[in-house]
């Protein structure tokens, strides 16, 4: 009974949200799907919300192979830089519900990742979610954030090693061990959250140091011509302030960069917790920042 009634409620939602993706689809732009109405911001950062909506676009993942053991869910709408994956598990006595975040490789829509894992598109819809494999799959790393590039090299932090930042490589069509990246860019506390540029021509990631505006801050650097990676810049007052800047990265498009700013609040009990904005802003304002040759 409780099978028939969860199949009977996903095919409900799917077709819900078919009808209304459809009706979107039918009076509003493609620029209006992805960034909600928003008028396109300059090169000072301006708030970002997303608003929220009743996930549209969703899609049916493994239709032919539905056997209500596991099934999947993905759906675009509400975040312009990540597809999330809603997993539906059976338990025995329970459908067990996870959502994944997972990350796209610029120039292949087939493969998404997140963390250690990965699924791919199938001619049925999405696979089961897969392991990236013994090199990534560790206890003793803690990843955080996963970035690809249009190569599908893989860059990922770690905060169970001092907060570090490690990248992977496709080198003669085989995946290369991790490597730490360099002291330029694992340098100071809490370095996190990277974002490679698809071209892989320049890296963004969130950190603490003592040149920064106070807490951590987003950093840049460049890919130089030798291959190397050039020295960690900070992004500036435009972007970064004395609260939490960090999780920046590029929109699809490459047109915006979006990132998060972070502030520490107090409750009437005296107990503390964080609220975070997202903001976005003209990438053009990435190349003020390029160092000339």
């Not at 199949?7 to 077709?15: N, P």
């Not at 209304?20 to 008028?39: D, H, P, R, V």
């Not at 007052?237 to 939490?244: F, M, R, T």
Request: some cysteine.
């Amino acid at each position: 009974m409780i099978r028939f009634l969860a199949l009977a409620f996903v095919i409900f939602l799917y077709a819900c949200k078919t009808e209304q993706s459809e009706t979107k689809e039918n009076n509003s732009t493609i620029e209006e799907n992805l960034y909600f109405g928003y008028k396109s911001p300059g090169m000072i950062p301006e708030v970002f919300i997303p608003r929220k909506s009743t996930s549209q676009d969703w899609k049916l993942g493994n239709a032919d192979s539905f056997d209500m053991d596991e099934f999947y869910f993905t759906y675009t709408g509400n975040n312009p830089f990540e597809d999330p994956v809603v997993v539906y598990r059976n338990e025995g006595s329970y459908y067990r519900v996870n959502k994944y975040s997972f990350k796209h490789n610029p120039s292949d829509s087939s493969i998404l990742y997140s963390r250690w894992n990965y699924i791919e598109r199938t001619d049925s819809g999405w696979s089961k979610i897969k392991s990236l494999g013994p090199m990534f799959d560790r206890e003793d790393w803690g990843i955080m954030v996963m970035s690809v590039s249009s190569k599908g090299t893989l860059v990922f932090d770690d905060h169970k090693s001092n907060d570090v930042i490690r990248i992977s490589r496709i080198v003669d069509g085989k995946r290369e061990e991790p490597k730490l990246l360099g002291e330029q860019i694992n340098s100071g506390k809490w370095t996190a959250h990277p974002f490679i540029a698809p071209d892989e021509s320049f890296l963004i990631w969130g950190s603490e140091r003592e040149d920064g505006f106070g807490l951590s801050d987003n950093y840049i650097s460049f890919r130089q011509q030798d291959g190397s990676w050039g020295p960690a810049i900070n992004m500036g007052a435009k972007i970064n302030s004395k609260l939490v800047e960090n999780g920046a990265r590029l929109t699809p498009d490459g047109k915006y960069l979006l990132f998060s700013r972070s502030e520490e609040k107090v409750r009437e009990d005296g107990s503390t917790y964080w609220e975070s904005t997202k903001y976005w802003v003209d990438a053009k304002i990435i190349e003020t920042l390029r160092p000339e040759q």
